[in-house]
Antibody, heavy 116, light 112 residues
Framework: EVQLLESGGGLVQPGGSLRLSCAASGFTFSSHGMSWVRQAPGKGLEWVSGISGGGADSYYADSVKGRFTISRDNPKNTVWLQMNSLRVEDTAVYYC?????????WGQGTLVTVSS | DVVLTQSPLSLPVTLGQPASISCRSSQSLVSSDGSTYLNWFQQRPGQSPRRLIYKVSNRDSGVPDRFSGSGSGTDFTLKISRVEAEDVGVYYCMQGTHWPRTFGQGTKVEIK
């Protein structure tokens, strides 16, 4: 059974940093690209970042480029999202998602709140 | 960036009646590999999104056959042949052809 378990969310002040983790299981992790998708309270889905299966290629939404960094460790079946220079508008539930072309499995999400 | 425009944004439907959601793209979604990566997701209240349809018309395992996807190029449609109470939620199209990936605004389906 495919499982994606996010962690690392919480309350952070504007300008602060946070690192989200996603522990994957139930599939061959290195064979799949991975994505992060977020959803602000009461709003729609926004794709944030994606990384290839081998980790060589990564992509970002314009809204987070230069502030967020996606990475992965295939032996540890883990993908991370390092978030720096956080803004109030980054407040959202962040979902870890398997795939970058036609994402299929989603985690339960972790809430990031940016507020003073 | 590719803009996906969904319509309508709100869709009140009578139980047992059909429903249709349009998703129009600002660019062709045909990839260099020949595939068209237009996907549909359902998000029920309080839940994570769930993929229903991938690459325009391929229904995911466990998705009722009352859901179908169609379209090509820049114009796509999700149809529900007979709406049931469990179909209430928000539906999103998403393109996986161009970077950055993008979602439509979402269409809220509710029962009249």
């Amino acid at each position: 059974e495919v499982q994606l378990l996010e962690s690392g969310g919480g309350l952070v002040q504007p300008g602060g940093s946070l690192r989200l983790s996603c522990a994957a299981s139930g599939f061959t992790f290195s064979s799949h690209g991975m994505s992060w998708v977020r959803q602000a309270p009461g709003k729609g889905l926004e794709w944030v970042s994606g990384i290839s299966g081998g980790g060589a290629d990564s992509y970002y939404a314009d809204s987070v480029k230069g502030r967020f960094t996606i990475s992965r460790d295939n032996p540890k079946n883990t993908v991370w999202l390092q978030m720096n220079s956080l803004r109030v508008e980054d407040t959202a539930v962040y979902y870890c998602v398997r795939g970058v072309f036609a994402p299929d499995y989603w985690g339960q999400g972790t809430l990031v709140t940016v507020s003073s | 960036d590719v803009v996906l425009t969904q319509s309508p944004l709100s869709l009140p439907v009578t139980l047992g009646q059909p429903a249709s959601i349009s998703c129009r793209s600002s660019q062709s979604l045909v990839s260099s590999d020949g595939s068209t990566y237009l996907n549909w997701f359902q998000q029920r209240p309080g839940q994570s999104p769930r993929r229903l349809i991938y690459k325009v018309s391929n229904r995911d395992s466990g998705v009722p056959d009352r859901f179908s996807g169609s379209g090509s190029g820049t114009d796509f449609t999700l149809k529900i042949s007979r709406v049931e109470a469990e179909d209430v939620g928000v539906y999103y199209c998403m393109q996986g052809t161009h970077w950055p990936r993008t979602f439509g605004q979402g269409t809220k389906v509710e029962i009249k």
